[in-house]
């Protein structure tokens, strides 16, 4: 399974963004996605995930300002980033775990990341 991660690029603190992550291949079910970044020096960190039935989670830094969401239909979710910080400047990758089709292994893909830097 592939995922082509898009939407990044440059705005100012207080802009908004929308970053798409689109999986293809043998997808029978997706479980979960999830969008994580990395800023320079910096460890990974989990920003917001989508789970079966919907459920959401956000870490602190992401509560109130950005939104996960996702199109079963055409496999792709979402991440709606507002109020946009200068801290949120990082590589935004996506992480999609799932199942594939017959005979229906599960599968954990990553994207290949997209650059959000935000301006004061």
């Known amino acids: 399974v592939q995922l082509q991660a898009s939407g990044g690029g440059l705005v100012q603190a207080g802009g908004s963004l929308t970053l798409s992550c689109a999986a293809s291949g043998s997808i029978f079910r997706i479980d979960a996605m999830r969008w994580y970044r990395q800023a320079p020096g910096k460890q990974r960190e989990l920003v917001a995930a989508?789970?079966?039935?919907?459920?959401?989670n956000y870490a602190d830094s992401a509560k109130g300002r950005f939104t996960i969401s996702r199109d079963n239909a055409k496999n792709t979710g979402y991440l709606q980033m507002n109020n946009l910080k200068v801290e949120d400047t990082a590589v935004y990758y996506c992480?999609?775990?799932?199942?594939?089709?017959?005979?229906?292994?599960?599968?954990?893909?990553w994207g290949q990341g997209t650059q959000v830097t935000v301006s004061s």
């Open positions: 989508i789970l079966k039935g919907d459920n959401t």
């Open positions: 992480n999609v775990d799932g199942v594939k089709t017959f005979p229906f292994p599960t599968f954990s893909s």
